[in-house]
């Protein structure tokens, strides 16, 4: 998939896939995003193959993705129906980035915000 629009596609060896809730710089809460980043950065400097997959955040920073772009949708069985799931394509510093979206009325990602519940503030007057 993007994968085969990288210099590493060809290349023999290990590859890995980190699938992670954030990745520096579209979506940072604590250290994960850090993390995944430096240590996918790592594995693609020792040549090996790497790619990652997160949820496509209402609130993520798209303008750090380059080459953004919708790659296919399928079903997606959740509680006993299916749901349309989306998946796009980038690529995040030089490293390629699957983001997935789900059309689902409880809102997965789609939530203004990366964790947690969303709760409405009921005002009175």
Known sequence: MLLSQT???????VHVVHVASEMVP?????????VVTSLAKAHQ????????????????NYSAIDRLRHLTSFP???????VTTHAWCG???GLPVYLLEAEQPAAFFWRGQFYGEVRLKWYST
């Open 76 to 82: 997606v069985r959740w509680d006993g129906q299916a």
């Open 45 to 60: 400097a020792s040549g090996t193959l790497v790619e990652v997959i997160m949820p496509k955040y209402d609130c993520a």
């Open 7 to 13: 210099m590493y596609a060809n290349r023999p060896g």
């Open 26 to 34: 579209i979506a940072k809460v604590g250290g994960l995003g850090d």
């Open 91 to 93: 690529v995040v510093e």
